[in-house]
């Protein structure tokens, strides 16, 4: 996946504002594998070219899965709480991070649910 980038940059000024209202009250999410396989868990990362996101490394099994356009369900862990949340969420980017050799960040937008939870 070596310098490869694959973007979808709609709504990215609503996505930032977005991105600030999710790290403010969740600091990592659960994603399922095929729904019914092992669970990955992954600290949120808010950054000025993907909004949010998540770092997963290059030969892991979920990063082949996860396509720009893919809706999962994904669980929000709370700052503070142990009761999550689960928000469907559009996978919106995934590009090769340029500081850390073997990763990629994975950009995450929530379609639906943010209004209740956020």
Do not use: W
Request: hydrophobic share 30%; aromatic share 6%.
């Amino acid at each position: 996946m070596e310098g490869k980038t694959v973007t979808n940059r709609t709504n990215s000024v609503r996505m930032k504002s977005d991105s600030n209202n999710i790290m403010n009250k969740y600091y990592s999410v659960h994603l399922p594998l095929n729904g019914t396989g092992p669970t990955y868990l992954f600290k949120l990362r808010n950054t000025p070219i993907n909004g949010l996101c998540i770092l997963v490394k290059e030969d892991s099994t979920i990063l082949k899965q996860l396509k720009v356009g893919n809706v999962l369900k994904m669980e929000y862990n709370p700052i503070g709480s142990s009761d999550p949340s689960t928000l469907k969420t559009q996978i919106n980017s995934k590009n090769s991070h340029d500081r850390i050799a073997g990763h990629s960040l994975i950009g995450l937008y929530i379609i639906d649910g943010q209004h209740e939870h956020l």
